[in-house]
Nanobody
Framework: QVQLVESGGGLVQPGGSLRLSCAAS????????IGWFRQAPGKEREGVSC????????YYADSVKGRFTISRDNAKNAVSLLINNLKPEDTALYYC?????????????????????????WGQGTQVTVSS
């Protein structure tokens, strides 16, 4: 069964850090592009970061550049998102997702997109709350 499971969320104070993890079962994450998204109450789901299948090219939303770092841990079949200098506006449910349809194609293997409809498998999310 194909499954993505996020972990690592929690309640942190502004300025704190968290490392979110996305673990996969039923398929190999390094074979696909991976994206991290978040959704705050009353807002649309937005892409925050992604990593391409080949070369590990990374992309970040402007709002998180310099604070978020996406990386692969192929030995664990996982992708992590390190979040530093957390702000109250980072409060959201964070999801990871895989693009198993386009990223295997060599023409698309070196890029990824912060757009929800580019991804076909999603985890259930992990809550990040930033509050003093």
């Amino acid at each position: 069964q194909v499954q993505l499971v996020e972990s690592g969320g929690g309640l942190v104070q502004p300025g704190g850090s968290l490392r979110l993890s996305c673990a996969a079962s039923g398929f190999i994450l390094e074979d696909y592009a991976i994206g991290w998204f978040r959704q705050a109450p009353g807002k649309e789901r937005e892409g925050v970061s992604c990593i391409s299948r080949v070369n590990g090219n990374t992309y970040y939303a402007d709002s998180v550049k310099g604070r978020f770092t996406i990386s692969r841990d192929n030995a664990k079949n996982a992708v992590s998102l390190l979040i530093n200098n957390l702000k109250p506006e980072d409060t959201a449910l964070y999801y990871c997702a895989t693009d198993t349809l386009k990223s295997p194609d060599p023409a698309w293997s070196r890029v990824c997109y912060l757009v929800t409809n580019e991804y076909d498998y999603w985890g259930q999310g992990t809550q990040v709350t930033v509050s003093s």
